[in-house]
């Protein structure tokens, strides 16, 4: 009977500390992402203009990171581009389009925001890195769609002038972790800047449209 | 009219289709040049200069006690250049730490040769004609002793596996002025910035063709460039502060390729545009 009980006693502390040591070996994902964060930031210093606060990150990107490799669940989805949409500053007086000469520029540019950049000198959209634009630009890439005859084809009118500006100020809005920068809403373009790519992509004149 | 309007509906749509054309040959054959621009530059690669020059250090007596790199154990034990490169980033116990190769470097630089952390970490990468990078150099030669030699990275030692399994989270770690993550450019298959195709580094074919040609001699820059460098390059663009030499941050990310990159033959320094 004596001899039992310790049997019992020690097979006990052998699954307990079985179990002890398969939690200590197999940390949880929440685990491992905050680990992850910790040792990021330990591992990078301030150099110019990108300081260590470029690590913190806004809800958005916690999300999205933590949501990253997996299917973004709807409500989440929706929570995102609910708080990115209510953040939008729309222009004051009203006006969507800028000048398209100036937007072509800007989706050329890019420069701005890296530590090896002049904090003084441009900063841009650098839309070709992703997306087709104006047919004459045969050098762009493919992360985004090709947004050729943009206006063209969505139709010139206001929701759409609404939408492009909004989209450009904050990708987030309207399709949750988005690739795209919210160029509006982290000060990455002026409002005049994000008007310019508008009338980029909704002026008739545009090569983008042509 | 009503033949004319159509007449002039054929011909818009001629017209759309001849400009489309033009614009899809002109892109074809601007990516058609590029790759025989590649091409010819496998020719002759001016890596074999920075691997000469890293050979010739690797013997030398170095640092304040005057060690050469001969008793670096870079795994297989001291001196052992052959094959080590494929095996790395790997746990060492003397450094109670899992390391890449130029860790290991800095380590050995450190504990064996006398230097100071700040002296070994002084030049660790080159400008061109301005300043050579030692380190470049003796990266260039230890991983030129891998070629041909299969990856075959281990997740044996729990640090190992730690170190794969934070690579792997800081892959998709978004941040910075733009959102960026390194999911953002290499998550997807089939991708381009500008004409540069990106490879999808969650594909072990991926992986895989990306970390067996890095070292390699950058041409629009005239250097020999490393891995750290590559990581060190990546975080720049993705607008984040500096990735710290050796840091675990860098060492995790490169344990997370490496492993995904194993069963492939290790291809490198090769050279890029």
């Given at each position: ?14 699954i ?110 650098n ?5 087709q ?42 399709n ?35 | ?14 017209a ?56 670096c154990d ?52 080159g ?64 991708k ?75 291809d490198?320094?090769?050279i890029?545009?």
């Amino acid at each position: 009977m004596h001899t039992k009980s310790w049997i019992v006693a020690w097979l006990a502390a052998g699954i307990a500390s079985a179990v002890l040591i398969g939690c200590a070996t197999t940390p949880t994902d929440v685990e491992v992402s905050r680990q992850a964060a910790a040792v990021l930031k330990d591992s990078f210093k301030a150099n110019g203009q990108a300081g260590m606060d470029r690590l913190d990150q806004d809800e958005t990107q916690r999300l999205c990171t933590q949501y990253a490799n997996k299917a973004l669940p709807k409500d989440v989805a929706e929570m995102i581009e609910k708080l990115n949409l209510a953040s939008i500053k729309w222009p004051a007086d009203g006006k969507w389009l800028g000048d398209w000469k100036n937007g072509e520029r800007v989706a050329q540019e890019g420069r701005g925001k890296q530590f090896s950049d002049d904090p003084k000198g441009p900063v841009g959209g650098n839309c070709y890195a992703c997306h087709q634009l104006s047919p004459q630009e045969v050098s762009f890439g493919t992360i985004g769609p090709s947004l050729l005859a943009f206006g063209k084809v969505r139709g010139y009118n206001d929701e759409m002038r609404k939408y492009a500006y909004g989209k450009i100020w904050n990708a987030d809005a309207y399709n949750a972790c988005s690739n795209m920068p919210r160029f509006g809403h982290s000060q990455i373009l002026t409002e005049q800047q994000v008007k310019d790519l508008v009338a980029l992509l909704m002026d008739p004149d545009s090569p983008v449209n042509k | 009219m009503k033949s004319l309007t159509r007449l002039h509906v054929v011909c818009a749509l001629g017209a759309v289709a001849v400009v489309t054309a033009a614009a899809a040959w002109a892109q074809t054959s601007a990516v058609d040049e590029i790759a025989k621009y590649r091409a010819a530059l496998k020719d002759g690669n001016p890596a074999e200069l920075w691997e000469v020059r890293g050979q010739g250090m690797w013997a030398q007596p170095r640092g304040p006690k005057q060690v050469s790199f001969e008793k670096c154990d870079l795994g297989l034990g001291p001196g052992v250049v052959k094959g080590a490169y494929a095996q790395m980033p790997r746990y060492f116990a003397d450094a109670d730490r899992v390391l890449d190769l130029e860790s290991r470097l800095l380590w050995c630089m450190v504990a064996q040769q006398g230097y100071t952390d700040a002296d070994a970490r002084k030049s660790p990468f080159g400008a061109g004609n301005e300043r050579k990078s030692d380190m470049e150099a003796l990266v260039a030669y230890v991983t030129s002793e891998s070629r041909g030699i299969k990856m075959n990275v281990a997740l044996n030692h729990p640090k190992e596996q730690e170190a794969y399994r934070l690579g792997g989270k800081m892959f998709a770690f978004r941040g910075g002025t733009h959102d960026f993550s390194c999911l953002t450019c290499h998550g997807d298959d089939g991708k381009r910035i500008r004409l540069q195709d990106l490879p999808n580094l969650t594909t072990v074919a991926g992986a895989q063709l990306a970390y067996t040609t890095w070292p390699a001699y950058r041409v629009s820059q005239g250097e020999l460039r490393s891995f750290q460098w590559r990581l060190f390059d990546c975080f720049r663009q993705q607008r984040f502060p500096e990735l710290l030499y050796g840091s675990d941050a860098s060492i995790a990310l490169t344990m997370y390729l490496a492993r995904n990159a194993n069963g492939a033959a290790f291809d490198a320094p090769a050279i890029k545009r």
